[in-house]
């Protein structure tokens, strides 16, 4: 294993995690959008997006619990939309109000949001926690050696 392993690993944790906070504020910011994305010559709103993480490597699950081989990290894969229905409300005064008055709202529950963000800050703490005792024990290890 070398020396700057756990280093990397906690630095591919915390990009995941940055793009994961940076998601999930587009999806606050966009929580009132109806007007996302031009679909057919017609509008419907935002997405709430989510991202994807899997460990980096090809190795199997198995070799990673035998020690075979070393962990390498984890990389965002992709960011892909959530596909749960729109919110119809009632509004007919909003000009994107359909012809019996609804509007349909995003698929973003703000609550949720602020749940993915809370964990998403917190594992981005914890990695950062991490990497700064990755940092130390590096330290120490070349202290040592004087």
């Not at 940076?22 to 999806?27: A, E, G, L, T």
């Not at 892909?80 to 529950?109: H, I, L, R, S, W």
């Not at 949720?112 to 917190?122: C, I, N, P, T």
Request: no cysteine; glycine share 6%; hydrophobic share 35%.
């Amino acid at each position: 294993m070398s020396m700057f392993q756990p280093l990397n690993i906690s630095a591919s944790a915390l990009t995941a995690g940055r793009m994961k906070m940076d998601v999930i504020s587009s999806n606050i910011a966009n929580a009132s959008t109806t007007r996302g994305k031009l679909v057919n010559g017609e509008w419907t709103p935002y997405r709430r997006k989510m991202v994807e993480v899997e460990p980096q490597g090809n190795a199997p699950f198995s070799q990673y619990l035998n020690n075979e081989k070393g962990a390498n990290g984890v990389k965002v894969t992709k960011i892909v939309e959530d596909q749960t229905p729109f919110q119809p409300v009632y509004d007919p005064t909003n000009p994107d109000a359909n012809k019996d008055g609804y509007v349909m709202m995003p698929n973003v529950d703000i609550t949720k949001e602020m749940v993915d963000l809370m964990s998403a800050s917190r594992a981005y703490e914890a990695n950062v926690t991490a990497f700064n005792v990755g940092k130390t024990m590096s330290l120490k290890a070349l202290d040592i050696g004087r």
